[in-house]
């Protein structure tokens, strides 16, 4: 496990073009589009993770068709690309903050998928109750350099918790955590679609709360991208 970084207001505010607070997305015919360049298939908002199984999370690294794949392999060198993509389990009321998916093995498995599929095995030392299946996206669209925070609102099912957990857990950072996203996702810029809001996100707190542990490498993917910029 990385150790956990706690972003400092002061030096986002001062490297980034501007910040938000993360709570932007959008429900297209199904799919979640991120204010970033990823688009979630699945789970749907508010869908329920039973303990003890599997849920798969599926995501579509392509724009729709818009984007080459080497742009998702981290280190690429095109214009519009990602930097790194992560995945938690997020809920303030709960205090806790699972590990889904860190470090770059979503991206670059499924080579030449253009949807990258990881299945989260939901422990049963969660308690049931309201989540935020939260994605961390370091990106950059046209040259510039973007860090989106995407909350997706579900629900764990559990009748028979166990003990505590352990494996996975990461500290709760202060909320809201800031974020410099893109003014919306660049896959609907200029569209005419029919759109619908995001459920509000739970865990807790609004959409605008959903503070998370950001890895070492996230972070410094988005600092070295700004100070490059």
């Known amino acids: 496990m990385h150790p956990t970084l706690v972003f ?3 030096l986002l505010t001062s490297l980034c073009s501007y910040t938000g607070i993360a709570h932007a997305q959008t ?3 199904g799919q979640i589009f991120t204010d970033g360049l990823a688009i979630v298939d699945a789970p749907a908002p ?3 993770l039973h303990a003890g199984s599997a849920t798969q999370v599926a995501i579509d690294i392509s724009g729709d ?14 214009s519009t690309r990602y930097d790194s993509l992560e995945i938690y389990l997020v809920s303030h009321k709960m205090k806790l903050n699972l590990t889904v998916s860190s470090g770059p093995e979503l991206l670059t498995q499924e080579q030449g998928s253009t949807v990258k599929h990881w299945n989260f095995n939901v422990s049963t030392c969660i308690p049931a109750g309201s989540y935020n299946l939260t994605f961390y996206e370091g990106s950059h669209i046209n040259g510039q350099p973007f860090f989106s925070i995407t909350p997706l609102p579900v629900t764990v099912m559990n009748d028979h918790p166990t003990n ?12 809201p955590q800031l974020s410099s996203p893109p003014p919306r996702s660049p896959w609907l810029d200029g569209t005419s679609v029919a759109t619908q809001p995001l459920p509000t996100a739970t865990g807790g707190n609004s959409a605008a709360s959903i503070g998370a542990r950001i890895s070492s490498a996230t972070l410094l993917v ?8």
């Open 8 to 10: 400092s207001t002061f």
């Open 27 to 29: 429900l297209v015919n």
């Open 46 to 48: 508010n869908s329920p």
């Open 65 to 78: 068709g818009k984007l080459d794949q080497s742009a998702s392999v981290p280190g690429s060198d095109k």
């Open 164 to 175: 505590a957990c352990t494996n996975g857990t990461n500290t709760l950072q202060d909320f």
């Open 222 to 229: 988005v600092l070295v991208s700004v100070l490059l910029f």
